[in-house]
């Protein structure tokens, strides 16, 4: 393969580099798709197994064990540089090598890098296949009497595997998968452009950050559920609702008890409160302290996390039967269906200057819908992901959409911005 | 003239009810009336053949499902097709309440640590053809195989349509009056066979 990119091969200098940027480019790609699929289809449960296979390859690196490595013990097709276009074979070369199981394995690394990475999530996973297939296309770039030299050191790379691979075991072993991980989710956006989430630490506690236009950041330990209009914050923290001036933290109005799921546009505030196992949506006008009941629920089903703009209040509701998108009027208390599923999941409505966004789930495919109030055209998807991915709480504001994107295998959420 | 004995021809409806879907009818009364033990000898103990999933031989497609292959229990809602549980629309697995649960049964909890709430769980032909498909589907006329040791009951959904939902022209099939095979669904009866 060394041999491969060279002048004497490729025909001429510019060639040679031509094919090393391909093979580079495939063996990283393909690197980076492997990790992307196994960050998406692993799982924390695979940690005891990673960690086990850690050992067991610092055994057999040390040459403690004779175990044998999965692998398919072939080199790249030398018939494809004689048949093939040079940017074709070139990039063949490196999408075959960079997948890391298509060919034979001296060591057991990778393997056993593959299922940690499977086991750390997403980001992790790409991180270390990405590593991986530079590692690939750095072996074509070198010098060949380099790789000579590495080849004749192949006992003291082994053992230097093996140290590796301890250190590797030892990290799984201090680091349980998904630790490291700080979600963040339910985002609010203000009309100029700041944006407050929920910071979610891996033991599970949260924090409310708010990122103003302006830069800086400022933090509410504690604190879930933000929601963020001009001056003011809304957020529910363990006392009930709590609605603030963000600037000052000035307390504006406190709602103590089972409260949740709280949308600010002063002088209105909507929450969840919650009865035992019944619901009710309120609206609240904080000036003069009436209440106005908008929907409820009697059983345990679900009232989603509101939003409010221009008075007008929308909503997801969830029943065994169906689940509805819905509207109310905060003003006089008139409530509407907008949406019915009798099948999808519809969930998270945000509604900002008469356009609506808001998840659909249904078979296995979790869909960010947008819809003008106005049109009779059809909605439109935004973004599409599928299990075990999917879409949680939206927001829209200042021109963009946000969204919070999870995966319900290593737990991990994170948010997602698109322009409107 | 002799009386035919009930089990008999509970027997000989039920291995026959594939012929019209008037004698599917009366077969399923009789079926309700002497039980199904009685229908379990007029099925051949062997595994009936598959075409898409076992039991189906014909070129319907399944109706749509979160599960692998439509299941169903016998008000038409969705199960998971390995175990026969529960699942919801979205086809997790739900408890006796319509929570949805993880295979250890402990409550799934989403991004921010609270449990997920549930989703709707309806009718796989009623529900889900009627908005997906917009036609006024109903579960009629079925017959019935042997699977995996047990008798099941396959299940015509079927709608006042010329197309199935292959997207090519639908059989009459089992379907009673104007109604024609939409897709098809099925439920394991737990008879064995």
Known sequence: MVETIAPAVCGSRPRTALALLLFATGAIGVAAGVGLLLGSLGSPALLPVAIALAIAGVLREAGLVRLPVPQWRRQVPESWHHALPLPLWSLGYGAGLGAGVLTFQPVATFLIVAVAAAASGTTAAVLALTAFGAGRALGAALPPAFVDVMAALYRPMRRTNAVALALLALALVAAPAGAATISQLDPSVADDGGVAYTQRAPGGATTVVVRPARGGSIAVPGASQPSLRGPYLAYRDPGGVTVVRWRTMQVVRRLAGAWSKPAIEFPYLVAVRSFGERQRMISIDLRTGLQRVLDGLTTGDDLGRPSIDRGQVAWHKTTRTSSRLMMGNVHNGHVRVLLLSRFRLLTNPSLRRGILIWIEQTLGISRVREQRLASRRPSRVRAKVRSPRLFWTTAIGAGKVFFTRWNTNTGEASIVRLPK | ?193
């Open chain 2, 1 to 193: 003239m002799p009386r035919p004995d009930p089990a008999e021809l509970a027997a000989r409806l039920a291995a026959s009810g594939t012929r019209r879907s008037f004698l599917a009818r009366v077969g399923a009364v009789v079926f309700a009336v002497v039980g199904g033990k009685m229908v379990a000898a007029a099925v051949a103990p062997e595994e009936a053949e598959s075409f898409h999933f076992c039991g189906h031989t014909f070129t319907t497609g399944s109706c749509p499902h979160p599960g692998k292959h439509p299941r169903i229990d016998r008000h038409g809602l969705p199960l998971r097709t390995s175990d026969g549980r529960p699942i919801d629309n979205l086809g997790r697995l739900i408890d006796r309440t319509g929570d949805p649960i993880d295979r250890n049964g402990n409550r799934l909890r989403g991004p921010d640590g609270a449990p997920l709430a549930r989703a709707p769980r309806t009718r796989i032909c009623q529900d889900w053809v009627r908005e997906r498909h917009h036609l006024d589907a109903r579960l009629q006329g079925s017959w019935f195989r042997c699977c995996g040791g047990q008798i099941r009951k396959l299940w015509d959904c079927c709608a006042i349509t010329k197309k199935r939902i292959n997207g090519d022209a639908a059989l009459h099939g089992y379907c009673y009056g104007r109604r024609k095979v939409f897709c098809v669904t099925f439920y394991d009866t737990g008879l064995p066979c």
